[in-house]
């Protein structure tokens, strides 16, 4: 399978901090692949550098066999990398549906924010944005579509999270790095969030989701990285990883393996 993401030898130095630490790997089209370690092991830094977010101190990052290693970050987003954080970032004040049409706002060259400054030439193009984003939420989320004229800001938790995922797909990219999406969400919302990014794969998306909940990890990815000390120790299916030893030392715990068994 061709690989859309290739990562070789990567690092991150902070001082005399070593955050990641020579790590290769490839990313399959359209495949989902999870980023699992401990806290402090390097899985936020990773995806940092992957897009543009932070210069890498060694190494490369291949994109669809192009080099993005010290690009701007918006940059690395027009040609199909898109991604979400650990902490929410939403337009609180606007919409479900303007949140999602701001998020293409860089794709489409500024021209919702022209649009909301009453720009004549650009009103005309307002709806257009507004039926291209409805029928991106209605691709992922049909909670959301129920929401469209909702204020971001009043959305319960897991909503809040699942917009930033819509808002993120609205660059169209074709590699998508989700950061711990699943923070703070119930087992049935969990579910539901299997079931969106399950979904996004089979429409041709490449998923990389970096996550704590097992739950998501196993529910969805096809194969696990696994980092400690910013080193990579593992990369394999979740079944298989989750029964190394060093994996079990490292991250999940005896009783996580004991339980599995």
């Given at each position: 399978m061709t690989s859309i993401l290739s990562v070789r030898n990567l690092a991150k130095h902070f001082d005399?901090?070593?955050?990641?630490?020579?790590?290769?790997?490839?990313?399959?089209?359209?495949?989902?692949?999870?980023?699992?370690?401990?806290?402090?092991?390097?899985?936020?830094t990773l995806i940092n550098m992957i897009?543009?977010?932070?210069?890498p101190s060694a190494g490369d990052i291949l994109f669809d066999g192009q080099s993005?290693?010290?690009?701007?970050?918006?940059?690395?987003a027009r040609i199909g990398i898109a991604r979400t954080f650990q902490n929410i970032r939403l337009f609180d004040e606007l919409s479900v549906l303007e949140n999602v049409m701001v998020g293409a706002d860089a794709a489409r060259g500024g021209a919702y924010f022209s649009a909301?400054?009453?720009?004549?030439?650009?009103?005309?193009?307002?709806?257009?944005?507004a039926r291209d984003a409805m029928a991106l939420l209605a691709a992922f989320s049909d909670d959301l579509v129920r929401r469209a004229d909702v204020q971001a800001g009043t959305l319960p938790y897991a909503d809040k999270r699942r917009l930033e995922i819509a808002r993120a797909?609205?660059?169209?990219?074709?590699?998508l790095l989700l950061d711990e999406p699943a923070a703070g969400m119930s087992p049935d919302e969990i579910r539901t969030l299997v079931?969106?990014?399950?979904?996004?794969?089979?429409?041709?998306?490449?998923?990389?989701?970096?996550?704590?909940?097992?739950?998501?990890i196993e529910g969805v990815t096809d194969s696990v990285i696994v980092l400690d000390h910013g080193k990579k120790i593992a990369d394999a299916p979740f079944d298989q990883v989750r029964r190394q030893k060093n994996v079990i030392e490292a991250y999940l715990g005896r009783s996580y393996a004991d339980a599995q068994s």
């Open positions: 005399g901090l070593v955050a990641v630490d020579d790590v290769s790997f490839d990313v399959p089209a359209g495949s989902i692949v999870g980023i699992i370690g401990p806290n402090g092991s390097g899985k936020t897009t543009g977010v932070y210069v993005v290693a010290g690009r701007k970050s918006f940059e690395i909301l400054l009453g720009l004549g030439a650009e009103l005309r193009r307002e709806a257009d944005a797909l609205a660059l169209r990219p074709r590699l079931r969106e990014i399950k979904g996004l794969a089979v429409g041709g998306l490449t998923v990389i989701l970096v996550e704590h909940k097992m739950r998501l």
